[in-house]
C-alpha cells in the first residue's frame, strides 16, 4: 500500500514541517524510490539482512499456545534478529539511504531503546556520527539499552520534557534536525513522521511478510495466514507483518494497542480508540490530544507504545475497517507475556506481549492459522516483568 503523491493514506498523512526542513525533506522525498528499488541498494541490503542481521527469522509453530486457544499458531520471531528486535530491518536501509545522499551525521530517538540500539548499530558499522534523544523517564526504565547505545559509540540526549517518553523524544529529535539539517539524517523509528517516513519504513519492514508468503506455504501449503496478530503504537513491526497482504481479504487483521490503565481513564495509550484527528511529529494522523489541541501524556507500562499518536497508515486502516485495533491493558499484556514465557520458553518484549494478550480477544476456529510477530526479545523488559509480576497471576508466583 502506498500513500498519493503527497504523501497521504486517505486523509492522514503528508508532511507538515518547519520551513527550514523543507529542502532536507523534498530532497527526500523525490529520491527514496529511486535509491530504495535500485539494484544497487537491494543487493546490499538484501546481503546484510542476511548475514549481518540473520534474516530470514524463523516461522515457529507453538504448539502448546495453539492447544490453549484452539488453533494453529506461529509466531515470527524478529526477537531473533542481531539487537533482538524488527527494528535492524529499518536502521540498516536508512543508513544506506544516508550515506547516498552525503549525510554525515545520524540522529534518532527512540521509546524501549531497541531502536536507539539498532540506529548506533548501524552506525558502528559504517563508522558514523550518531545522537539518539530519549525520555529521561525511558532512559531510567531502559537502562541497559542505554548503555548498549554508549557502548556502539552512540552519544544518548535524556530528554526532560513532557513526561519524558518517546512524544518528547521525537520532538527533541526534530529540533535538532532543524539544526543541522545539511550533514544529518534523522532514521525515523516507526510509521510516522513527515512523508515520506511512513511509507519508507513500511517499505524497508515489509522484509517481514514478504518472508511470510514462503514460509507459511512451506509449513501450511497456503502462502496467507486466516489471522495476522502484532502490537502497534507508531506501527513499524504492524506495517511490515501486514504490507503484502493488505489486499488479500482472505487475511483478517488484528493489532493491539497499549490500554495503560484502560482506555476509559486518563492513564492510556490508546490511540485508535481515544484519538482525533490532528497533527503530531509532521503529518495529520489520530492523535490523542486536547479540546484545544494540546497533545495529551500517553500512559503505558510499555516503553515501546508510549506514544500519543499513530502512523497515518494504520490511521487509514483502522478507521477503513481493514484493521481491527484491541486495546490491552497493562495487566493484561504483563500476563500474557508470561503466559508465552511458560508456555513456549520465548519471553516477548512487553510491546508484543499485548499482541500475544489480543488472542483472547477474537473468535478463533481449530482451522484458523493464526501469525503472530513477536517484534522484540524481552531482555530489556525483565525488571518490568518482575516489579508487576502480581499482575500475571498464577504465572508470576515463582
Request: glycine share 10%.
Amino acid at each position: 500500500m502506498e500513500p498519493d503523491k503527497n504523501g497521504f493514506f486517505g486523509q492522514y498523512g503528508g508532511a507538515y514541517i518547519p520551513e527550514i526542513l523543507y529542502k532536507v525533506v523534498h530532497d527526500l522525498q523525490n529520491q527514496y524510490k529511486q535509491i530504495l528499488e535500485s539494484k544497487e541498494f537491494q543487493d546490499e541490503y538484501y546481503s546484510l539482512l542476511k548475514d549481518y542481521v540473520g534474516r530470514p527469522s524463523p516461522l515457529y509453530y507453538a504448539s502448546r499456545m495453539s492447544k490453549k486457544y484452539g488453533c494453529k499458531i506461529y509466531l515470527k520471531r524478529e526477537d531473533l534478529n542481531h539487537t533482538g528486535a524488527h527494528k535492524i530491518n529499518n536502521t540498516i536501509g536508512q543508513i544506506l539511504m544516508a550515506r547516498k545522499m552525503g549525510k554525515t551525521r545520524i540522529i534518532a530517538e527512540t521509546g524501549a531503546g531497541q531502536h536507539g540500539v539498532a540506529t548506533a548499530t548501524v552506525c558502528a558499522l559504517f563508522n558514523m556520527e550518531c545522537e539518539i534523544f530519549m525520555g529521561k523517564t525511558d532512559v531510567e526504565r531502559q537502562h541497559t539499552n542505554v548503555e548498549r547505545m554508549r557502548m556502539l559509540g552512540a552519544k544518548v540526549h535524556p530528554v526532560t520534557t513532557g513526561n519524558m517518553t518517546l512524544s518528547d523524544a521525537c520532538t527533541a529529535a526534530i529540533r535538532d534536525w532543524c539544526c543541522h539539517p545539511e550533514t544529518t539524517f534523522y532514521i525515523v523509528g516507526s510509521t510516522m513522521g513527515p512523508h515520506p517516513y511512513p511509507d519508507i519504513v513500511a517499505r524497508l519492514q515489509s522484509v517481514i511478510s514478504k518472508e511470510l508468503k514462503w514460509q507459511l506455504k512451506e509449513k501450511t501449503g497456503k502462502d496467507y495466514p486466516d489471522y495476522l496478530v502484532a502490537c502497534v503504537g507508531g506501527g513499524s513491526n504492524a506495517a511490515g507483518t501486514v504490507y503484502h497482504y493488505l489486499n488479500d481479504s482472505r487475511v483478517k487483521i488484528v493489532l493491539a494497542e497499549a490500554g495503560g490503565h484502560g482506555v476509559d481513564t486518563d492513564y492510556t495509550a490508546a490511540t485508535i480508540h481515544c484519538g482525533t484527528e490532528g497533527i503530531v511529529h509532521g503529518s495529520r494522523t489520530l492523535v490523542m490530544q486536547t479540546d484545544d489541541g494540546q497533545i495529551k501524556e500517553a500512559f503505558t507500562i510499555s516503553a515501546g507504545l508510549d506514544y500519543p499518536g499513530i502512523g497515518p497508515m494504520h490511521a487509514y486502516l483502522a478507521k477503513t475497517g481493514r484493521e481491527k485495533v484491541v486495546a490491552i491493558n497493562d495487566d493484561e499484556a504483563i500476563r500474557a507475556g508470561y503466559e508465552l514465557t511458560r508456555m513456549e520458553g520465548i519471553i516477548p518484549a512487553i510491546e508484543s506481549a499485548h499482541a500475544v494478550a489480543a488472542l483472547s480477544k477474537v473468535q478463533l476456529k481449530p482451522d484458523d492459522v493464526v501469525v503472530l510477530t513477536v517484534s522484540g526479545r524481552g531482555d530489556k523488559d525483565i525488571e518490568t516483568y518482575l516489579k508487576n509480576k502480581e499482575m500475571a497471576g498464577d504465572y508470576g508466583k515463582f
